[in-house]
């Protein structure tokens, strides 16, 4: 069975993202995509979501 995991990131930077993606794929996840929540002011993204997916077995 596919399993999910979404991390929010309210620090939209490089170094938050990287830290984010070592630690979740160092737990097994596997990257599956990244989505960004933008403000109507801004060009920088205020907010940034790391999708994750990994097999489990079922129950």
């Known amino acids: 069975m596919l399993t999910y995991k979404v991390v929010e990131i309210g620090t939209v930077t490089e170094d938050v993202i990287e830290e984010a ?3 979740w794929t160092a737990r097994g996840w596997r990257f599956d995509g990244m989505q960004f929540a933008m403000r109507e002011a801004s060009r920088r993204p205020s907010m940034a ?3 994750f997916t990994r097999e489990t077995e079922e129950a």
């Open 21 to 23: 993606l070592n630690e």
């Open 49 to 51: 979501f790391l999708i």
